[in-house]
Every structure is written in C-alpha cells, then in structure tokens.
C-alpha cells in the first residue's frame, strides 16, 4: 500500500501571498489531519475532515484552512501569508474509526516545508 | 483546556545507559498514543494505550499507563543510536475527540 503523500515537499513564498498544499491519504483512509511542526511550539493541531466533514478544529486564525474532496484527498490552505507561517505542514491519515476507546493510529506523510520571506 | 506536559524536553545519554520520558496530562484520558520522530523525518506511530495500569513492551521499549490514566512514561534500556529522535505522546481525552501531541522529548545518544 502506498504511504501519505504531500505536495510540494517544498515552497518558497512571500509574506501576503497565499498557498494550498496538498495530501493524498492511504487508499481506504477516510480521515486527514493537518499539524504545523515548528522548533519552538511543536506539532501544533490544525483540522481534521472526516468523509469531507471538517470533524474537528485546532486554534489557527481563519487565515488557515482546508478542505477534503469525495476521494478523500485533502488540501490545506493558508492566505496572506506571514513569516510565523515557515513551518513543516504535516499531513497525517487513519481509519477514522476504531473499537471501544482506541484512537486510530495516525499515518504521517513526509510534509511540506514551507518557508516565508 | 487540557494541559499536556512531557519531560524532560532533551535527554542525552551514553550507549547502553537507559531513558525515560513522561507524559502528565491535566485531565483524565480516554487513551493515549505514542509515536516517534527520527531527525528530518515524520511521527511514527509506535503504540497505543488504553487500560488504567497497562504495561506493553516493545523489544527494548517498555511503555505503562498510569493508574490514574493521568500519566504515561516511555522506557528504553539499553539505548543504542538508532532510539535517536524525539518521542511524542499524544493523549486523547475522555471529552474531546481530536488527537493533540505533546511537546515532545529530543533523545540523543551518544556512541
């Protein structure tokens, strides 16, 4: 089975400008979750679509947003980009569901590096 | 809002001695998971818990839920250079649904 893909691996943009990034899950993963990882706050929680729902919804202002497509493919979106936003955007996928109290295990792509100048 | 703390944040030990991270939440969790970050990588997923006490080993890695499922800790015996990266919990409380992770503890090893 092929892993969690991003696109691109990495960009360059500059403050203002807008940028989508893109997550293929695992074939079969109805759910995608979006983190930001940065040296200083870690992985950061952003959203996470179920079946094209957004399910659930971290702290990031409205500048930050996303969306799942029927494949369950999904992309990310942040406009007017600031120089906070140099980050690693990781993508991850799962089942969605799981028995009793378990949490599907959460399957990372390799992220997007995104830096802002 | 939950509280999620992992100490200590960097550990650097020599080959062979043993490592220990904790992970303390504020509130009581449904369960929680672990996973594992090589330097340039990306998390992977290492183990699951969900019982109050539970104990799992894996190979060197020996991973147990507090009684109170506030708590969890992660041991390595026997570090060798291929544990290096940094060690995530990810606790997922009893009334909330997304997973969030913890800071993270940076493990080096030293050969």
């Known amino acids: 089975k092929a892993g969690v893909t991003q696109t691109p691996r990495y960009l360059i943009k500059t403050r203002g400008q807008q940028v989508t990034l893109s997550c293929s899950p695992i074939?079969?993963?109805?759910?995608v979750s979006w983190y930001q990882q940065t040296p200083g706050q870690g992985l950061q929680f952003l959203f996470e679509?179920?079946?094209?729902?957004?399910?659930n919804k971290g702290n990031f202002p409205g500048r930050f947003s996303g969306r799942q497509f029927s494949n369950s493919r999904s992309e990310m979106n942040v406009s007017t980009l600031e120089l906070g936003d140099s980050a690693l955007y990781l993508c991850?996928?799962?089942?969605?569901?799981?028995?009793?109290?378990?949490?599907?295990?959460?399957?990372f792509g390799p992220g997007t590096r995104l830096t802002v100048l | 809002g939950q509280q999620v703390m992992q100490i200590p944040q960097y550990q650097h030990v020599q080959e062979g001695e043993d490592f220990t991270t904790y992970c303390n939440s504020s509130t009581t969790l449904s369960n929680i998971q672990w996973y594992k970050q090589r330097p340039g990588g990306h998390p992977v997923f290492l183990i699951q818990?969900?019982?109050?006490?539970e104990v799992k080993k894996q190979k060197r890695l020996t991973f147990q839920f507090g009684e109170a499922k506030k708590n969890s800790s992660l041991h390595i015996t026997a570090t060798q250079t291929t544990d290096v990266g940094t060690y995530f919990c990810a606790p997922k409380g009893t009334s909330y649904d997304k997973v969030i992770f913890g800071p993270g503890t940076s493990l080096s090893v030293i050969p």
């Open positions: 679509y179920f079946s094209e729902t957004q399910r």
């Open positions: 991850a996928s799962s089942g969605g569901r799981a028995p009793g109290t378990n949490t599907p295990e959460q399957f």
């Open positions: 818990l969900v019982k109050s006490g």
């Open positions: 074939s079969g993963h109805r759910s």
